[in-house]
């Protein structure tokens, strides 16, 4: 059977669309109420910037053999045991006859500010994973198959993200991949090397201008860490499982 993409172009143009939306709205309310955030901060305490994503993500899952999973999206029922931790809060967790299918993490960042924020989500993303798969290892789920841990970044597209970045390493040479690369370039790195450590099943990192409110264009970075890659190997993952569970579509 086809693997079923649900049109997810169109629907990444939606959800880029309701991101840069969601978050004038949010600065818009905070202005006219008077209790306003510092800086870009105002955009993102709605907390509903990324629901075009995970709407995407739960149309995959659906259109793939698993419409009758458990899809947890509510704050209230997203955390999963730890290792390092007593609990992680995840964005999406999918749960079908007791196992544990999928879980997701989507993260976005905008400008002016990229370096710390960049160092932040780096040293975010590879914490959680380690702390994930060492609980995996140690049965904190049970025992069945590796589930699909994904992981989403949304960064503007802006002079200050693609810009060459210089970095200070007195000691010992950086990568060269890093040399001189922007910040998205470094973003792509990542999620390339997230992928191929085992970290994650698929990362991916799409770029999009603040002027995309109304188009919905996006960029990505390339083919590794591409949205297509993601839903698709998202759609084969629930696929497999709805055969292996015998999940009824």
């Known amino acids: 059977m086809a693997l079923d993409l649900v049109d997810y172009e169109q629907k990444v ?146 002079p200050e993200s693609r810009s060459p970045v210089r970095d200070s390493s007195p000691h010992f040479p950086v990568f060269d991949e890093f040399k001189g690369a922007s910040y998205l370039t470094r973003y792509d790195v990542l999620c390339q090397r997230l992928v191929q450590e085992r970290l994650y099943t698929t990362a991916t990192v799409i770029t999009a201008k603040r002027g995309a409110v109304s188009t919905g264009d996006f960029s990505e970075l390339s083919p590794m860490s591409s949205l297509k890659t993601f839903v698709s190997a998202l759609a084969g993952h629930v696929a497999a499982e709805a055969a292996r569970l015998g999940a009824q579509s």
């Open 13 to 158: 143009r939606e959800a880029v669309k309701a991101f840069w939306g969601n978050r004038e709205a949010a600065r818009r309310r905070q202005l006219e109420s008077g209790n306003t955030d510092q800086g870009e901060r105002a955009g993102v305490t709605a907390g509903k910037n990324m629901d075009g994503f995970l709407a995407l993500v739960i149309d995959i899952i659906k259109a793939n053999g698993l419409a009758h999973a458990q899809i947890y999206r509510n704050r209230a029922m997203l955390t999963l045991p730890g290792y390092f931790r007593p609990t992680k809060l995840w964005d999406l967790l999918v749960i079908h006859k007791g196992q544990l299918i999928a879980a997701i993490e989507l993260k976005s960042q905008v400008g002016p500010s990229f370096g710390n924020n960049f160092n932040n989500r780096t040293e975010e993303a590879i914490g959680t994973a380690h702390d994930f798969w060492t609980a995996f290892r140690d049965e904190a789920f049970g025992k069945q198959p590796r589930p699909f841990v994904g992981w989403l970044m949304m960064v503007e597209d802006a």
